[in-house]
């Protein structure tokens, strides 16, 4: 796989590339709004002084490369500040971003992001179930990283699968603290020597819950500090676009060898339970307009209370009439009812939810 060069002021999007050069360069040299979502991975600007040993005298391979030193604090705002603003202006009006950092640089970087505009939807907490310890004994090990998740503007309609997390947590709700392993093993790349090819690899099942929670299939993923390019492994993998950025010469060798080898998913798996809002609305008469219920049928509820269809779609019970929710809500006493839930009609002596008929109708409309 070749590693692309971009063009000053280029109108088409090099889809599924590796783009070499300073990142807030080519981020200003691509379209403006032409991003689904960014997922930042940028120097912590650790501040490491001098060189750390383990209890038994040898040496830990920390992150000590140029591209992670900066002057001052105040430099590393201006660099923040401006990459932020290119990227901003790259992504779509509901487009979105996710940059993850460390205590040293996150709460710089949170700052950053509001002042440039963008609107802050979770912090993410990246418990690591196997950290390194911290060897000198002097501080709490240091076991987590945070992401920031942040859509373009307030009031955006950003994607956010919630359904599709929930069913990755066995079917509960997702929580912003996400307990996952560091990158080793056989996932860890390396270099000719057998060293660590990049010393701050992200782990692909932290991204696969990114991309899969914040994108659809088809959506274009950025990343302006591709390094190694698990963003881009893991959006290929899942049917998604990726763009990376990285300067680092052998960063770009390792990820252009790693991304040839990836196979994207098949498109039957690829899709993803939706969330209720998401799927098409089907009004409760356009089951009676069908056939699926008759005008005069009756439905009841889970107490045994009956009403009967209306050749308009609505119920009238022995003192109520209205909609399913609205009939449903009144035989409840309560402020609200969801109809598709409450009512059931009878089919061969057996009450079915009239929920079903809505789903058939549903399956149709992805047909």
């Known amino acids: 796989m070749a590693v692309a060069t971009l063009a000053q002021g280029a109108s088409v999007l090099p889809l599924d590339e590796i783009l070499g050069g300073d990142c807030i360069k080519v981020m200003n040299a691509l379209p403006e709004g032409s991003i689904d979502l960014i997922f930042a991975d940028p120097p912590y600007n650790l501040q490491l002084r001098g060189e750390l040993h383990r209890p038994d005298n040898s040496r830990v391979d920390a992150v000590d490369d140029a591209w992670d030193q900066f002057d001052s604090f105040k430099a590393y705002d201006t660099f923040t500040r401006a990459w932020l603003k290119a990227a901003r202006r790259l992504l779509k009006p509901n487009g979105a971003i996710w940059v993850i950092g460390s205590y040293h640089n996150i709460f710089r970087v949170g700052t950053a992001l509001q002042d440039a505009g963008f609107w802050i939807l979770n912090d993410v907490v990246w418990r690591k179930s196997n950290p390194m310890p911290n060897f000198r004994g002097k501080r709490l090990t240091n076991a987590h990283e945070t992401m920031i998740w942040a859509s373009k503007s307030e009031g955006a309609k950003y994607t956010f699968n919630y359904e599709a997390l929930k069913e990755l947590n066995e079917g509960i709700q997702m929580r912003s603290d996400w307990v996952l392993p560091i990158c080793s093993g056989h996932e860890r790349l390396k270099d000719d020597n057998g060293d660590k090819a990049h010393p701050t690899q992200k782990p692909e099942s932290l991204l696969h819950r990114v991309l899969v929670g914040s994108t659809n299939p088809g959506d274009v993923v950025l990343d302006p ?97 209205g909609s399913i929710h609205q009939v449903g809500a009144a035989l409840e006493n309560a402020p609200s009812c969801n109809g598709w839930t409450y009512w059931q009609f009878k089919r061969d002596g057996k009450l079915i939810p009239i929920d079903l008929l809505r789903q058939q109708i549903r399956s149709e409309m992805h047909d």
Not at 237 to 244: F, V
Not at 249 to 267: D, F, I, M
Not at 276 to 286: I, S, T
Not at 304 to 309: D, E, N, R, T
Request: glycine letters at 12%; hydrophobic letters at 40%; aromatic letters at 6%.
């Open 225 to 321: 500090f591709f390094g190694t390019g698990t963003t881009g492994a893991v959006a290929k993998l899942l049917g998604r676009h990726y763009i990376g950025i990285e300067r680092e010469e052998s960063y770009r060798k390792v990820a252009a060898k790693r991304l040839g080898q990836v196979r994207p998913l098949e498109a039957g798996v690829l899709e993803t339970t939706l969330s209720k809002r998401a799927q098409p609305r089907v009004a409760f008469g356009q089951l009676v307009e069908r056939g699926m219920l008759r005008p005069g049928e009756v439905l009841v509820n889970p107490r045994g209370q009956a009403a009967k269809v209306r050749v308009d779609g609505s119920l009238v019970s022995a003192e109520h009439r």
